[in-house]
Structures are given as C-alpha cells and as structure tokens.
C-alpha cells in the first residue's frame, strides 16, 4: 500500500521575526516534526522572517517571502499573503492543502480571495480563541459587518473555536449553519493535570 502524500497547511503571518511572534506561532515551529508524523506539513507564507538557516533546515520548514510588501500598512499585507497562500494552494490536487486565515482580517478583498478559493476546492480553515471585536453597534455598520462575515466565513470549509462561547457568538452574530462551527478546547496533560486521588487529597489536607 502505498502512502499519501503529506496533505500541506499554509499559514499567512505579517512576520517571522523571533521577537514579535507569538506563543501559537512558537509551538507551531517547535511541534512543526510531530505534525509531519501525523502526515501534514506547515509551509508560512510572510513579509519578512530572521529564522536561521539552520533552523529552517533543522525544521525542514518551508517559508515564502513574499516581496515588496513589508513596508505596506498591516492589512495590506495580510490581504497580500493570503492571495499568494491560495495561489499556491491551486498549483495542487484539490483537497491536498489547507489554507488558514487565522490571521487575515474580515476585508472586501480577503472576502473576494477566500471565494475565489472556495470555488477552485481549495479548503480554508478559521480558528480562534477569542471574540471578535470590538464591533459596530449602530445598525447599518453593524449590519454591513455582519453581511461580510457571514459571506466570508460561509467560504470556509470550517470555523475552529476554542470554546463554545465563542461558538455560539459566531452562529448568532454571523447567522452560520451549526455544520460551519466546531469547538476543540486547548489540549491538556493528563499526566500533568488530573483530579486528584483520595490519597492525593489527604495527603493535602496534612498539609494545611
């Protein structure tokens, strides 16, 4: 029998500047050879990155610069590694990459990208760990926002949430079908946290 390929996720990130990442984006690179295990390889898609060649092939990571774009405003620059993460995506077989949008911001062009993706079989993700925010509370802004993202998220094949608070905001602020949104909490070590044992408890209560 032989073994599939390693399906790629494409991740779309301003920088890779050791000294602004943040803590997803380290366990990511730290973890990224027990991805690869489990048959699925990171490629990052970025302005500009100071990771050492070493590290990179240590990794066996694959990053893209994108170029000409570092010094654009913020948004610009996710709406520009997002289109080159889906270009990418489309020089593959249908359904053997991901691409996530963790990071792209709720525009008119990343909405216009993540179709045009859509329509191509390209699978997109969206995971989260918090609530948007903060939106628009007059009605016209609050309807506009809630049009766009409802057409934006409804492109993805899924929502990830880390809790269901933050599921049910989605389906309530966005109007998402339930098969749109699915919650995976934070893993935890059982080996590390667990409830304790009666001896574990007496043991405490000395003590005290």
């Known amino acids: ?7 790629k996720i494409f991740y779309t990130i301003d920088n890779l500047l ?8 380290i366990r990511y690179l730290t973890y990224a050879p027990h991805f690869r295990q489990r048959g699925y390889e990171g490629e990052f898609f970025t302005a500009e990155h100071d990771l050492s060649e070493e590290r ?19 948004q610009s620059i ?7 993460a889906f270009d990418e995506a489309a020089t593959f ?16 062009t990343s909405l216009q990208t993540v179709r045009n993706g859509h329509r191509k079989g390209i699978v997109a993700t ?19 926002i809630r049009l766009l993202g409802s057409l934006y998220y409804r492109n993805h094949s899924l929502l990830i949430t880390q809790t269901h608070a933050i599921e049910r905001f ?13 919650t995976i909490p934070n893993g935890v070590d059982c080996e590390r ?11 405490a209560r000395l003590r005290l």
């Open 56 to 74: 990179i092939q240590s990794q066996r990571l694959k990053v893209h610069v994108v170029p000409g774009i570092a010094d654009q405003p913020k």
């Open 193 to 203: 946290f667990k409830p304790p044992s009666s001896a574990d408890k007496a043991a």
């Open 93 to 108: 077989d249908r359904g053997s990459c991901i691409v996530t949008t963790d990071s792209c911001g709720l525009t008119r």
């Open 1 to 7: 029998m032989t073994s599939r390929p390693p399906r």
């Open 170 to 182: 989605y389906f309530r602020y966005f109007w998402l079908p339930r098969s749109k949104v699915q």
């Open 126 to 144: 969206y995971n989260t760990s918090m609530m948007p925010g903060p939106m628009p509370t007059a009605l016209v802004p609050s309807l506009k």
């Open 78 to 84: 996710r709406e520009a590694l997002l289109q080159a």
């Open 18 to 25: 050791q000294a602004t990442l943040g803590g997803g984006m």
